[in-house]
């Protein structure tokens, strides 16, 4: 998400000052586990993601180089992998402005304990199933995770299985976000599945992650932040569409208490509580195409603001900061549709959808009302995001910077709305007012 962002820097990661320092006797032992006759010989590091490609974490992409020595051979063969590190950054005074401990150490749960639970959740849920209905529901679109540690994580270059991100000011395509939605569906599945099946551990779970940003606790320490958020918005929208009044009076009574109105929404508890991604953006979904074009499969990455709440705070992020309006308009139904069959799907494998609801039309029914409680999120979120997507990678903010090096300071909003971004914003805003959603 925007304000816990951060270019991707080539700063040393072999630093002296460097917290998550990274050499070869720390690489060595985390593949041989997977080739024990493996060398790693070198490493060569490079940028891991553009400038407005990345902002959680700085990124690096390590390549690295060595050779193998099969049993009984006497010839060395050439070995070469390449890895995505993610690190804290190095300033201990930029870590305690973004709360990037916090945050990392989110993500860091979910590779070292929620995934490896569900994980094994599922195979045992779907063991006796054929291999087609285990791809069908079981959740497992993410990147390989070789390390993970309060201040680094070690994960699988996807971009060598041909993953691409998409492009950040074009958003998400109608059959792109069809193919996110089944993804998100089968992992909240998971969630919803494993919770009913084993309430004391989920419990556990979801307690050892903490709201990164939506907490009351953050209220003042991002005030300055919001209330520039908030003002961006409603001269957006009043210069887009000055004689729409009433729409103006509802926009400002929502932004009047607008980090308030947002941490009531991640906080509520509702029959579809799940473990949610929280940042499920365009930047933080990679694709593979097949050859005529259409995907073939999804990845989902970062996440660092996994939160427990309303599995609607996820389709609302995703849908009001990565679409246009106009497609909206004419697929919103069509996306709905698509990740309650996924859910449905899910669980009937899982083993928990007669448990926890009497008709896959009643599923139907707390979806949409879900997303109706959760729409106003998915504007206060696009509020934040809007700027950074719609703006050209030279525009794109650095949010670690700062003229201070003695104390921490809340982040501040440095790039301006665009043309674009307010033709996004006005949209959003006119079709949750006009649609009794604001």
Same mark, same amino acid.
């Given at each position: 998400?925007?304000? #816990?962002?951060?270019?991707?820097?080539?700063?040393?990661?072999?630093?002296?000052?460097?917290?998550?320092?990274?050499?070869?006797?720390?690489?060595?032992?985390?593949?041989?586990?997977?080739?024990?006759?493996?060398?790693?010989?070198?490493?060569?590091?490079?940028?891991?993601?553009? @400038?407005? =490609?990345?902002?959680?974490?700085?990124?690096?992409?390590?390549?690295?180089?060595?050779?193998?020595?099969?049993?009984?051979?006497?010839?060395?063969?050439?070995?070469?992998?390449?890895?995505?590190?993610?690190?804290?950054?190095?300033?201990?005074?930029?870590?305690?402005?973004?709360?990037?401990?916090?945050?990392?150490?989110?993500?860091?749960?979910?590779? #070292?304990?929620?995934?490896?639970?569900?994980?094994?959740?599922?195979?045992?849920?779907?063991?006796?199933?054929?291999?087609?209905?285990?791809?069908?529901?079981?959740?497992?679109?993410?990147?390989?995770?070789?390390?993970?540690?309060?201040?680094?994580?070690?994960?699988?270059?996807?971009?060598?299985?041909?993953?691409?991100?998409?492009?950040?000011?074009?958003?998400? %395509?109608?059959?792109?976000?069809?193919?996110?939605?089944?993804?998100?569906?089968?992992?909240?599945?998971?969630?919803?599945?494993?919770?009913?099946?084993?309430?004391?551990?989920?419990?556990?779970?979801?307690?050892?992650?903490?709201?990164?940003?939506?907490?009351?606790?953050?209220?003042?320490?991002? @005030?300055?932040?919001?209330?520039?958020?908030?003002?961006?918005?409603?001269?957006?929208?009043?210069?887009?569409?000055?004689?729409?009044?009433?729409?103006?009076?509802?926009?400002?009574?929502?932004?009047?208490?607008?980090?308030?109105?947002?941490?009531?929404?991640?906080? @509520?508890?509702?029959?579809?509580?799940?473990?949610?991604?929280?940042?499920?953006?365009?930047?933080?979904?990679?694709?593979?195409?097949?050859?005529?074009?259409?995907?073939?499969?999804?990845?989902?990455?970062?996440?660092?603001?996994?939160?427990? %709440?309303?599995?609607?705070?996820?389709?609302?992020?995703?849908?009001?900061?990565?679409?246009?309006?106009?497609?909206?308009?004419?697929?919103?139904?069509?996306?709905?549709?698509?990740?309650?069959?996924?859910?449905?799907?899910?669980?009937?494998?899982?083993?928990?959808? =007669?448990?926890?609801?009497?008709?896959?039309?009643?599923?139907?029914?707390?979806?949409?009302?879900?997303?109706?409680?959760?729409?106003?999120?998915?504007?206060?979120?696009?509020?934040?995001?809007?700027?950074?997507?719609?703006?050209?990678?030279?525009?794109?903010? =650095?949010?670690?910077?700062?003229?201070? =090096?003695?104390?921490?300071?809340?982040?501040?909003? #440095?790039?301006?709305?665009?043309?674009?971004?307010?033709?996004?914003?006005?949209?959003?805003?006119?079709?949750?007012?006009?649609?009794?959603?604001?």
């Amino acid at each position: 998400m925007g304000l #816990n962002g951060s270019e991707a820097r080539k700063d040393s990661i072999t630093s002296s000052t460097s917290s998550s320092h990274l050499d070869l006797e720390l690489l060595q032992p985390l593949f041989v586990k997977f080739e024990p006759d493996l060398t790693i010989d070198s490493y060569e590091e490079a940028q891991g993601s553009g @400038r407005g =490609d990345n902002y959680t974490a700085a990124l690096f992409r390590i390549a690295l180089k060595g050779h193998t020595l099969p049993a009984g051979g006497s010839k060395k063969l050439k070995w070469e992998k390449s890895i995505i590190c993610k690190r804290l950054p190095d300033c201990k005074i930029k870590r305690e402005a973004f709360k990037s401990e916090a945050l990392f150490r989110n993500e860091v749960v979910f590779y #070292n304990t929620i995934m490896p639970e569900y994980g094994e959740f599922q195979t045992r849920q779907l063991r006796t199933m054929g291999q087609r209905e285990q791809e069908q529901a079981s959740f497992r679109a993410v990147p390989q995770c070789y390390l993970a540690r309060d201040d680094l994580l070690v994960l699988e270059d996807l971009r060598v299985r041909s993953f691409t991100m998409p492009d950040r000011q074009a958003g998400l %395509g109608p059959e792109q976000l069809k193919a996110v939605l089944v993804e998100l569906a089968r992992f909240h599945a998971v969630s919803l599945a494993y919770k009913q099946q084993h309430p004391a551990e989920f419990k556990r779970l979801a307690n050892m992650i903490s709201e990164g940003i939506f907490s009351q606790a953050n209220a003042e320490w991002y @005030r300055k932040y919001y209330d520039v958020l908030t003002r961006n918005a409603v001269a957006m929208v009043r210069q887009a569409v000055p004689e729409k009044t009433d729409h103006l009076a509802k926009l400002e009574s929502f932004l009047s208490n607008c980090f308030g109105n947002l941490v009531e929404l991640v906080s @509520r508890e509702s029959e579809l509580s799940v473990i949610c991604h929280g940042d499920c953006w365009t930047n933080n979904v990679l694709f593979r195409f097949s050859p005529d074009g259409s995907i073939a499969e999804t990845c989902l990455v970062d996440f660092q603001l996994i939160r427990y %709440g309303s599995l609607a705070l996820d389709l609302a992020y995703l849908i009001y900061c990565c679409t246009d309006g106009s497609l909206r308009k004419d697929h919103l139904q069509n996306w709905l549709q698509t990740y309650h069959r996924q859910l449905v799907k899910s669980l009937r494998l899982l083993g928990s959808f =007669d448990v926890l609801f009497r008709s896959e039309q009643q599923l139907r029914e707390l979806i949409d009302e879900e997303f109706r409680v959760c729409a106003r999120f998915g504007l206060g979120t696009a509020m934040d995001m809007l700027p950074i997507s719609c703006c050209s990678s030279d525009e794109a903010p =650095d949010l670690y910077a700062s003229d201070s =090096d003695t104390a921490a300071s809340p982040p501040e909003l #440095n790039v301006p709305p665009n043309e674009q971004c307010q033709r996004k914003m006005t949209e959003l805003v006119l079709e949750l007012i006009d649609g009794g959603m604001l």
